[in-house]
């Protein structure tokens, strides 16, 4: 109840919503045995909250001086704010006992299943004790690219907004467009999987890909910048496989389509916090990383749309990846022998267009094929006289 007031009071320049008179110092003002990253990031916010708002000045909120002549309260409000923040910092401070006690126990354990499973139920104690913390909800809502994703109420807060919209957004397209089945049978996702084409100059191909779009073949000329956002606390870092595979290559043998593999990376760590996989983490590690050279999907003439389906994989351990073949490429079979775990994907589709023949040039590939409008009953190749 308090955070959402907060957070919705914030937004109203009309209403104040803070007190006029300081708060008691408690658990989440505390900072000795709690992160700093859980403190509102606006300093002048900060000081309204826990100093009192300068009643000359107004809140920060407020920047126009005709909205300061119309500054008021609500009635009672500040005392409503104040008792009821107080009643919920008191239950933060209990679990915050509740795990103390657990990490007095953690020293005692060489078990490392028990150490994992104290550890989860420290995260979720931890997520109780802030869950509600105006200061968190406030830092969530209006600055959420420099929270602390190592902090297990951030992550949850993470989760809960990508779960409400992206995360149904993307296996709505995933299955929509079926990449589920047509190259793994199915995926229960564990992190959120963003992709964009940065060295685009045009912003409206720079920013980040909505699941499904149909983009122009220039604009997907060099290697994708990937964010790949897990919700699960990773201790140290995890490594991490991602492939890029087009399952709509016209095979004129078999009068259908194959697989070909795009784009190949392993044993890339990644953990909560440094999450993105970039041209610039490429060019110091390129050759560590990289098993299949990127090579965008060139249409050819009357072909049909094909998909570019990215998909992301834990891995149990470091892979040593060579020769791998990108012609008919098997990607069950791909995951099934290197112990691959799905937990993202993401798909973007490309059909024949003007800068397709100067790429297929850059890339040293043919001008390519101009396929038949209508698709014939007989392969193309391989026909008897």
Known sequence: MIGNRFVRSVSSRNVRFLSSTSLRLGVWTE??????SLKL???ETYEDIFKGINPEKGPASIAKPEELRAYHSPLHIDDTFKLAYNVLEAESEDYYKQVESLRERLSNIQ???EIDQINNHIDKLLIKAERQNPEVMYN???FPEKID?????????LKNKWESHDLMVTMQRLEQLSVIPDTLPTLVPKAEVNVKFSHNVDPSFADWVTPGEILPTFAVSQPPTIKIQEFDRIDGEQLYSVIVINPDTPDLTTNSFKTTLQYGLCNVPLNNVDNIINPAKLLANGDEYTFKEYEPLLPEKNAQIQRACLWVFRQSGPLSLNNVSSEKFDVREFTSENNLTAVGAHVWRQHFDRS???LRSKFGLDKG????????P???VGLSN
């Open 31 to 36: 900072f000795k045995n709690r992160p700093s």
């Open 378 to 380: 007989h392969p193309l």
């Open 111 to 113: 078990d490392q299943k």
């Open 41 to 43: 990031i606006d300093s």
């Open 149 to 157: 994703k190592n902090q297990p109420v951030y992550r949850e807060f």
């Open 369 to 376: 094929r101009v396929f038949h409008r209508v698709r014939r």
């Open 356 to 358: 397709v023949n100067d």
């Open 140 to 142: 969530i809502e209006y």
